[in-house]
């Protein structure tokens, strides 16, 4: 059975790249925003950061990452970065800002990975565009690249990646040698030994940042592809996959990443949930790239990133629905996303843009609403809903934000003008509407409302209302505390925390501990917290996180000095 003809028909004038000024504006609205004047924010991001800092501090040792004392059994690698750049920039730059600087290079690096990666399928003979009959057909080279910069506009575009891209985690490592052994793969057709070197080194960094597993599914997958491809180049990186493969394993073994984290618990219709806003809109797109070129399956340009994406949602599965797991696959899917633009009809990409225009022009009048009333109080309603989910919080007028805030939405109503007006050949104008909107969203937040976000994400409110009660002098025990708490009472409130488990028979003067007040732990929690009594501890205060509504923090002081054994 013959295979059909490639869908693409693609003009000169619809190569058109996309201006590089432009692009590099697009990719520095989307990175720059909340690098600077944020705290490290409640969960993950605060975690990694805490144990970076403590590496850096000396508080734990370089081959075991710990909180308060406590070994996490986090990946190395990660937290190596982290560390190595807080010391390398003191006193010069605040910690946390040293730490999250190398993390941002990463999700650059992951934007370039991901655009050449692309440059470099789109350039193989099967994804090329058909010839035109009377010629005008698009140069190789020049469709490649705009093919290229539309895999980056969808990339931008989805809105899995706008707050996980911005954090100090182990999964931004992840992405970042994801997006390069996807590059590696790509470019193994017509750059050798660049491309084995990026095998050498994705696959052994992915198992080191804590997915070893992973690493593992993506060098045999990458293996298989690679025994049965027809291409020279691909056929040629076989035993370079094969002793990352190895290389990869042994450094999981050496550092004992190998950890099972199975719970494929999720139910369809909230993994169907997860997938549809996380993927948005690459995954529209990639649909229509499986229906359009379905005869096509199996050459490289759309069997690489299928196989990235593959073994994503089924890590995502596996680890009941993690949205961290599903972020590795994004590189896959703005690439498979990329090779549907040239088959869109006008139809939809009229479809793509009035949506964007609508919701994203909405997204920026509601920040832009709630800014207003935070600053005049008008209109009333709407402070009232930010002084009741962020009780306590004192807005704050910065004229450098306001100004980058305002730029930005000139911006904005300037694409939407020069999208709408007439009728644009090149391929990737369909995700300009939706990468513009994303960035401009998330600039907006973290401008306007970043002291909002910064005060209810933030553990720092928390800490500056415990330090009234916590000794300048002495440790603090924290026995079994959220490693969010030790770390912020370990940066915010520079106090020594010990987080083992019998902490409470420390030497410790005050003791602080978390007291569920809803849910099933509720019951637990207050058995624990009687039981301090009968140990020496009688309650000093009780303090809440501004946005908490289910859990204190309790300070207990010591009354009685514990026996010695």
Not at 167 to 172: F, G, Q, Y
Not at 200 to 228: D, I, T, Y
Not at 413 to 439: E, F, M, N
Request: charged share 10%.
């Amino acid at each position: 059975m013959t295979s059909t003809p490639n869908p693409a028909l693609v003009t000169q004038a619809a190569a058109k790249r996309l201006p590089r000024l432009a692009l590099l504006l697009f990719c520095a609205a989307y990175v720059l925003p909340g690098l600077i004047g944020r705290d490290p924010w409640r969960g993950a991001d605060l975690n990694a950061f805490g144990q970076m800092l403590a590496i850096a501090e000396g508080r734990a040792p370089w081959l075991a990452p710990s909180l308060g004392g406590v070994p996490t059994g986090a990946a190395l690698l990660p937290h190596w970065i982290g560390a190595a750049a807080i010391k390398a920039s003191q006193p010069w730059l605040a910690p946390d800002l040293a730490a999250r600087l190398p993390f941002a290079l990463l999700l650059v690096l992951s934007l370039v990975a991901l655009w050449y990666a692309t440059f470099h399928l789109a350039r193989s003979e099967a994804a090329q565009p058909l010839p035109l009959a009377f010629g005008g057909e698009a140069n190789p080279v020049d469709y490649a690249r705009a093919i290229a910069d539309g895999a980056l506009l969808a990339l931008i575009a989805t809105l899995g990646l706008l707050q996980l891209g911005h954090e100090t985690t182990p999964e931004l490592v992840q992405l970042a040698a994801m997006a390069c052994l996807q590059w590696a793969l790509a470019a193994a057709i017509h750059r050798g030994w660049p491309a084995r070197m990026g095998t050498l080194l994705a696959l052994p960094a992915l198992a080191a940042s804590g997915a070893p597993v992973m690493a593992l599914a993506m060098g045999c997958g990458s293996l298989l592809l690679c025994l049965r491809s027809r291409q020279a180049g691909l056929k040629s990186l076989t035993p370079w996959l094969a002793a990352a493969v190895l290389l990869a394993a042994l450094l999981a073994w050496a550092t004992g990443s190998w950890a099972w984290r199975l719970a494929p618990q999720v139910g369809p219709v909230a993994l169907a949930r997860l997938w549809l806003w996380f993927l948005w809109p690459a995954w529209a797109l990639a649909l229509w790239t499986l229906v359009r070129w379905r005869r096509q399956l199996g050459q490289p340009h759309l069997a690489i990133p299928l196989l990235g994406l593959a073994v994503a949602l089924a890590a995502c599965v596996a680890m009941d629905g993690s949205d961290r797991a599903l972020m590795l696959g994004l590189p896959a899917i703005a690439v498979l996303a990329a090779f549907a633009l040239p088959t869109l009809q006008r139809g939809s990409t009229a479809a793509i843009d009035w949506f964007s225009v609508f919701f994203f022009t909405l997204c920026a009048g509601v920040v832009w609403v709630f800014y207003g009333a935070m600053q005049t109080g008008t209109p009333a309603a709407a402070l009232a809903t930010v002084l009741r989910l962020a009780p306590g919080f004192k807005p704050v007028l910065s004229p450098l934000e306001l100004g980058l805030a305002t730029a930005a939405t000139l911006a904005w109503a300037w694409l939407v003008r020069w999208r709408t007006r007439r009728h644009q050949p090149v391929i990737w104008k369909s995700l300009v509407l939706p990468a513009g909107g994303v960035a401009l969203s998330w600039l907006l937040l973290m401008t306007l409302w970043l002291p909002l976000l910064d005060y209810a994400r933030s553990n720092r409110p928390l800490i500056n209302r415990l330090a009234r009660h916590l000794p300048a002098q002495g440790c603090v025990a924290a026995p079994n505390a959220p490693l969010s708490l030790v770390a912020a009472l370990e940066f915010h409130g520079r106090r020594q925390v010990r987080a083992q488990a019998d902490a409470d028979g420390s030497l410790c003067p005050v003791l602080v501990q978390v007291l569920v007040e809803r849910g099933p732990a509720a019951a637990s929690s207050a058995a624990a917290a009687a039981a301090l009594g009968q140990r020496g501890w009688t309650e000093l205060a009780r303090e809440r996180g501004p946005t908490e509504r289910s859990e204190l923090v309790v300070v207990y002081r010591r009354t009685r000095v514990p026996a010695a054994d």
